[in-house]
């Protein structure tokens, strides 16, 4: 019986291609690690999950094992086969090539390499810093010790806070003794705890014959505050600042911006408070806190804090906003 040998080859090319299809990964268990960390701040940093048993090779292994038999069922001995990556009309090529045995059979081994069209390359995660926070969430990509900036109120905007010194003697409810606008930048690391703030303070008004001051309580202990800078703190003597710049005496941590609204706009007087009156643009205090460790979001506490005046130089005189209490060293609220 003769056969048309042109459309048993095409077979065998269509048992091929479903032998590639048909080739699959490996299936695993994943793992994961931790390992410790030797940046500062940083506890630990935990390792990609990777299967343990992934196969990383860029090519399969695809065993043969196909006989050519005619319609009768009868082997097809000793005829030469070839072995395409895809049809020859569509430009394949040939990856095996073998004489059948005497019962029709070819047995071997193909290595295809895997195929990269049409499939999309994986992002491979970078950081620089390599204090596990990859450098489109890393707000500092080359410093391992801070990793996120997030702003109070927002990066746009200001607070205000406006207080009234003859509280709370009624005839003078005017509450623009000392108008404050603020802003808080906290930098924390990649577990998400403090190791910076930034402060800024905007002067905006003082319609007080006072002299004024501006302070702000935190509720962590000053011991966990390394440094303040930016204080301005004139000659009279108000308050006492300390060799890291809190102030001295207070069981929490207190910064003073300014203990005289006045002169630390250089003048004397009201300002920005009525028509005709002195005017200045806003200035804007800078302020920088350092810590002595990381600290988690809970101890840092929320804008605005505990902001209060200290009236007319007096301190033991302040005032509060609505809510918060006096800072624990007996100072009372007026
Ligand atoms: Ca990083
Ligand atoms: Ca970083």
Not at 288 to 305: C, H, K, V
Request: glycine residues 8%.
């Amino acid at each position: 019986m003769k056969y048309p040998l042109s459309k048993l080859f095409r077979l065998v090319r269509l048992t091929a291609c479903i032998l590639v299809l048909f080739s699959s990964c490996n299936k695993s268990d994943s793992v994961s690690s931790t390992q410790g960390s030797d940046h500062p701040g940083i506890d630990s940093l935990v390792s990609m999950d990777a299967p343990a048993s992934f196969n990383y090779e860029t090519f399969r292994e695809v065993a043969l094992d196909v006989t050519l038999l005619a319609p009768d069922n009868t082997p097809i001995a000793n005829v030469p086969v070839s072995f395409l990556n895809k049809s020859k009309e569509m430009g394949g090529t040939v990856l095996y090539k073998s004489l059948t045995d005497e019962n029709g059979k070819i047995s071997g081994t193909l290595k295809i390499a895997i195929s990269r069209v049409e499939v999309n390359p994986i992002d491979v995660p970078v950081d620089t810093d390599h204090d596990g926070v990859n450098d489109v969430y890393d707000d500092f990509p080359t410093d391992p010790t801070r990793a996120y900036l997030n702003y109070y109120p927002s990066a746009a905007t200001m607070g205000t806070v406006a207080f009234e010194d003859y509280w709370p003697f009624s005839g003078d409810y005017d509450m623009n003794d000392l108008v404050v606008d603020y802003r808080y930048a906290v930098v924390s690391n990649a577990i998400n705890k403090v190791v910076e703030m930034k402060a800024k303070y905007g002067l905006k008004a003082a319609g007080a014959s006072y002299k004024n001051g501006f302070g702000i309580e935190f509720p962590f202990a000053p011991s966990l505050v390394s440094s303040v800078t930016g204080s301005l703190v004139s000659s009279n003597h108000v308050v006492t600042l300390g060799s890291n710049g809190c102030e001295t005496g207070q069981s929490k941590a207190v910064i003073i911006p300014f203990d005289d609204a006045a002169a630390a706009m250089n003048t004397t007087g009201l300002f920005n408070t009525y028509t005709g009156g002195q005017y200045f643009t806003r200035d804007t205090i800078s302020m920088n806190i350092g810590f002595t460790r990381a600290l988690t979001q809970t101890e840092l506490g929320t804008a605005p804090f505990n902001p209060f005046i200290i009236i007319n130089g007096v301190r033991g005189r302040e005032a509060h906003l609505a809510g918060y209490t006096y800072q624990q060293s007996g100072y009372k609220i007026f």
